[in-house]
Every structure is written in structure tokens, then in C-alpha cells.
């Protein structure tokens, strides 16, 4: 889903678009999976801060080592070494409502969910494990969190 002028901010939009997701896609398959139960229940707001808690101490226990803590290790197919790089290389192009669906599978299923997934973006920096929001660094350069945050202005969307 991109909501950025690609022209502007990096390469040009016919060169990416072989790989653009429709958000009806998304909102297609995610819906078809609350409908089937596959997806837990929303999550009500008053039940966020236990969750919030419960969290940040199985992250200090995994840190002082007083957790069942596995050390990380993956190994996917074909040498892949990260779920980024297995997801890629079993799904090159991610672009209808089939392959993103195939993607949830295979993510839920297969490769950890989205515990292993979170854990990915706070190892390769993206997500900041004190305070459990997306980085807005240069390093790595997540243009969706700099511009959302504020820290980076898209132009022609001043209104």
C-alpha cells in the first residue's frame, strides 16, 4: 500500500509498480479471514495495557536472560536467512488478493507469525523495543514512519 509520490521520493512509480499491492486486496483477504476465524477477535482498548505489560516483561526476562529465550537463529529455503529473504524468495511478487493471502498463510502457518516478524524488525532496527514504535531514523530509512511522524514532509501534501 503506497501513499507516497514514488516520483518525488525515490524511484519512479512505473518502475515499482509491477509489485503494487491494491489496498481492496488487502482489505479483501483480511476480512475474509475475521469472517473464517482464522484472525484472533479485535482486541478491545481496555485490554491493550495488560497486553502492553505482559509483553514488556517477557522482553526483560529474554533480556536478562531469566526467559525461555531461544537465541535467534533461520533457516529457510535455499540459503535464506531472514523471513524477509524466505517470504521473497517463495513469493517474488506480491500484488492480488491471492498471493497477499498466500503471504498471511505462510507467515502464520510456516514461519512464526507475527511474533518472528516483530522480532525481525527490531533485530534489522525498524521498530524501537524501549518505547514499541517504528524508527524514523535514516538508518534504516523507513520514508512511511518519517512522513507519518511528521520528521519528513511529502510535497503536494501540505492540505
Not at 514461519?111 to 517504528?134: D, H, I, M, S
Amino acid at each position: 500500500v503506497h501513499v507516497l509520490d514514488m516520483n518525488d521520493l525515490g524511484p519512479g512509480f512505473s518502475f515499482q509498480a509491477y509489485k503494487c499491492l491494491p489496498l481492496d486486496a488487502v482489505l479483501k483477504v483480511l476480512r475474509e479471514e475475521v469472517a473464517s476465524g482464522f484472525m484472533p477477535t479485535a482486541v478491545s482498548a481496555g485490554d491493550i495495557p495488560a497486553l502492553r505489560q505482559k509483553a514488556m516483561t517477557r522482553r526483560k526476562q529474554s533480556a536478562n536472560g531469566t526467559g525461555n529465550a531461544i537465541p535467534f537463529f533461520f533457516a529457510g529455503t535455499d540459503g535464506a536467512t531472514s523471513l524477509k529473504e524466505e517470504i521473497v524468495g517463495r513469493m517474488p511478487v506480491i500484488k492480488d488478493a491471492s498471493s497477499f493471502r498466500a503471504v498471511r498463510r505462510m507467515l502464520m502457518e510456516e514461519l512464526g507469525g507475527a511474533g518472528k516478524l516483530r522480532e525481525e524488525l527490531c533485530r534489522y532496527g525498524f521498530v524501537n523495543t524501549e518505547n514499541e514504535k517504528l524508527t524514523t531514523g535514516v538508518k534504516p530509512f523507513n520514508v512511511f514512519a518519517r512522513i507519518a511522524s511528521g520528521e519528513m514532509k511529502q510535497p503536494g501534501m501540505e492540505e
